[in-house]
């Protein structure tokens, strides 16, 4: 639903990777092996046949599977319907180095935040998708007040910005703020992990794990089709919780957020600044907190209007409910006259579920009980973020038995078992 970048070709999704190329990149290790034992100079993954399944085609999945493969496992991601089809393509793609500083998230969100720009330099990330650091501003939104700036703040505000506005400061620099389209994220990494690592991706529905004696050892899909594994990672997002084998242990669920993809005839007036508001009704009631995002190829993505409902089977069956999407044009317009009717085209009018945890952190780890079956989802807004350091997490964890770019004990799911057995 999510547009691309006219520079961008992704390969069929349906596609495998030919297998030719796992056995060239597994004979090449094997001669570097051999060299570094000589020399002693070359440092390279000690389980290069590892098979890993990785469940989920999300930026959560995707970078799994990119950083495990890079790491020498033989991966398989498995994916419904298509890569970053959900909440991974119709999200806004913000980045924050210290907005969860105050939060069990602060150490993944500052590797992740840094892992992001690594990224963009090895995938040249501002042409394939995106990539580059904003202005991050905090503005209040009165419908009922004149169209006329606020004084006292005016120097701040972008000239694109003709509406009303009150209370306008800068809450992120382009030192702690960036963003990326998270489709195109996500597709980029998984066409790298594709063509460099022969990584395979699966189009199917996971219908459970296999266990056997305590130990994962096969993802069974939906069809009677069943892959084996040395270790699964489950990053299913929402859909986690369908599984049985986790929702005895904890529970996730979606919050069904809407957004519009805008495309100004004046693109070149619209700066890179992000815009947190809040927002007033003319009739009244809470104020709304909509946000802004301004991209580098002329759109203007906006998103808002947000409630916990029941999760649908098919991801590419998510509609957005009319009067939200009524809701976000009636604020672009109120922000910006270059939003309006008449002066944008409307490229996309869609919503997503984003995946929360009972208590509003991430799960990520192995699950109790069940060796070499890891799970990693519950990131809410901050998916997007905290996909690379994640990602690279969970290579660690499986790979090594334990990471070490970031802690993960806040994140365990043994938390939630831990917790029914008192």
């Not at 192995?366 to 350091?389: D, F, K, R």
């Amino acid at each position: 639903m999510m547009t691309s970048f006219s520079f961008f070709v992704f390969p069929p999704l349906s596609q495998s990777p030919v297998s030719s190329k796992t056995q060239i990149v597994q004979t090449r290790r094997t001669i570097m092996a051999a060299l570094s034992a000589e020399n002693n100079s070359i440092d390279l993954p000690q389980k290069p046949n590892h098979r890993v399944v990785v469940c989920g085609g999300g930026v959560i999945g995707v970078c799994s599977a990119y950083f495990l493969a890079k790491r020498g496992a033989a991966v398989t991601l498995i994916e419904k319907s298509s890569v970053a089809c959900a909440a991974s393509g119709k999200a806004g793609g913000f980045l924050a180095l210290d907005w969860c500083d105050d939060s069990p998230l602060s150490s993944l969100a500052r590797a992740s935040f840094n892992l992001h720009r690594s990224l963009s330099q090895e995938l040249n990330g501002p042409q394939s998708y995106g990539y580059r650091a904003l202005t991050t501003l905090s503005l209040s939104i009165h419908e009922s007040d004149p169209k006329s700036k606020s004084k006292s703040n005016s120097s701040i505000i972008p000239s694109w910005i003709d509406g009303t506005a009150r209370n306008c400061r800068e809450i992120g620099s382009t030192e702690t703020t960036a963003q990326v389209h998270p489709q195109l994220f996500a597709r980029t990494l998984i066409s790298k992990a594709v063509a460099d690592y022969g990584v395979e991706i699966v189009i199917g529905k996971v219908e459970n794990v296999r266990v056997e004696e305590g130990k994962a050892t096969a993802v069974e899909m939906e069809g009677g089709r069943k892959i084996e594994a040395d270790a699964v990672v489950l990053a299913l997002g929402p859909w986690t919780g369908k599984l049985s084998l986790l929702s005895s242990i904890f529970r996730v669920y979606g919050i069904k957020a809407h957004s519009i993809v805008l495309e100004p005839k004046e693109a070149e007036a619209i700066s890179a600044h992000a815009l947190f508001l809040s927002y007033h009704r003319s009739e009244g009631g809470p104020p709304l907190d909509p946000e802004i995002y301004p991209r580098p190829k002329g759109e203007v993505y906006i998103c808002g209007m947000s409630s916990e409902v029941e999760v649908p089977d098919d991801p590419e069956q998510i509609t957005g409910d009319p009067e939200s999407i009524a809701m976000l044009k009636r604020v672009g317009l109120k922000v910006s006259s270059r939003l309006g009717e008449g002066k944008a085209v409307v490229k996309a009018e869609q919503a997503c579920f984003l995946p929360s945890s009972e208590d509003g952190i991430p799960v990520i780890g192995e699950v109790p009980g069940v060796n070499g079956c890891y799970v990693a989802t519950g990131h809410s807004c901050w998916g997007i973020l905290n996909g690379p350091a994640t990602g690279a997490a969970m290579a660690e964890l499986v790979m090594d038995g334990q990471a070490s770019i970031v802690d993960l004990g806040p994140f365990s799911p043994a938390r939630f078992a831990e917790g029914r057995r008192r």
